[in-house]
DNA sequence: TTCTAAGTTTCTAAATAATGAAACAAAGAA
DNA sequence: TTCTTTGTTTCATTATTTAGAAACTTAGAA
């Protein structure tokens, strides 16, 4: 059976692939494995109003995902755990193989 | 800007991360990691019912996470990218370094 | 001070996801 | 065949997430 340390670490895992699962989040992820990012910058690239930039960015800083920095009126954002995004190739390779199999490829 | 190709590779990982983003499907593979299990034992271990169970457990499938095979009237799920969870675990730790630096500790 | 640009928060509406119960389907056993 | 066990699907309900617009805050420039 599910005793609490289970269902505390498997909260804790959840909630950091909540974070990860919208497009967006994941966009802004991949531009910060380069380089730091303002607010207005990656609202800008995602094509979305800079409210809802904000909203996505401040669900990965509440991951432990990203970090912030004020910069006179911006904010700059960096990655904090870039293994994540190391991560999520190689999950997606594993997945597209299965994919494929499924599909009778 | 995000083109076509952006959106289409970001939206694949983000519905791979949404089917993680669950804490009894994370139980799941966990439980997965060692052996195959069928619907109704890992329904029992999670404590859910099995109709809940079973939906868990056809959303991973959908994401290519998991695979089944039937065995008389049981159905059996296995893992397919056991490197999942180790990412999970890697990640996991990246982000609790930086919630305790963030916490002042 | 006043104006402007960058970010965050609040608000409401819309879309998605999760739940448990009950109906349904399939394979074996009696 | 009839009964039982295992899984899946459907349904209605509830909860959570997402969205954009507008209000608000802050820092710096004019």
């Known amino acids: ?7 505390k670490r ?4 959840a909630h950091m692939f909540k974070a990860l699962a919208h497009p ?8 910060l494995k380069e380089d730091s ?7 800008e690239e995602a094509g979305i109003p800079k409210s809802a ?17 004020k910069k ?12 994540v995004l190391e991560m999520a ?4 390779g594993a997945v597209l193989a299965n994919r494929r199999k499924n599909l009778g490829l």
Request: glycine content about 4%; overall charge negative; proline content about 2%.
């Open 1 to 7: 059976m599910m005793n609490e340390n289970d269902k």
């Open 10 to 13: 498997c909260e804790l895992r």
């Open 24 to 31: 967006v989040r994941i966009f802004f992820l991949e531009k």
């Open 37 to 43: 990012w303002c607010v207005c910058k990656l609202a």
């Open 53 to 69: 930039a904000s909203k996505h960015l401040s669900q990965l800083k509440e991951a432990g995902l990203v970090d912030d920095e």
């Open 72 to 83: 006179g009126t911006m904010v700059e954002y960096c990655l904090t755990a870039p293994c």
């Open 89 to 92: 190739s190689c999950a997606e």
